[in-house]
Nanobody, 120 residues
Framework: QVQLVESGGGLVQPGGSLRLSCAASGFTFSSYTASWYRQAPGKERELVAVISPNGGATNYADSVKDRFTISRDNAKNTVYLQMNSLKPEDTAVYYC?????????????WGQGTQVTVSS
């Protein structure tokens, strides 16, 4: 059974930090690109950061560049998002995603989401 389980969300003051984790199971995580998305109330889901299967390449949304860091530990089947210098506009539900192109087409898995609230 494929599962992506996020953790680490919560309430933090502006300027603070949080580290999100996403534990994968039921598929070969090390063969998949991993990403973090977020969705704020009334807004569309947006890509925050993405990391290649071996961790050698990363990319970020301009709004989080130099503040957020995505990383992965394939031995633990886990992807992380370190979020520093948090702003109120970072408030959203954060979703973990893993995807790969298989011979049968796109394989795309989502976690259930974890709430991040940045407020004083």
């Amino acid at each position: 059974q494929v599962q992506l389980v996020e953790s680490g969300g919560g309430l933090v003051q502006p300027g603070g930090s949080l580290r999100l984790s996403c534990a994968a199971s039921g598929f070969t995580f090390s063969s998949y690109t991993a990403s973090w998305y977020r969705q704020a109330p009334g807004k569309e889901r947006e890509l925050v950061a993405v990391i290649s299967p071996n961790g050698g390449a990363t990319n970020y949304a301009d709004s989080v560049k130099d503040r957020f860091t995505i990383s992965r530990d394939n031995a633990k089947n886990t992807v992380y998002l370190q979020m520093n210098s948090l702003k109120p506009e970072d408030t959203a539900v954060y979703y973990c995603n893993s995807a790969t192109i298989a011979t049968t087409g796109l394989l795309n898995y989502w976690g259930q989401g974890t709430q991040v609230t940045v407020s004083s």
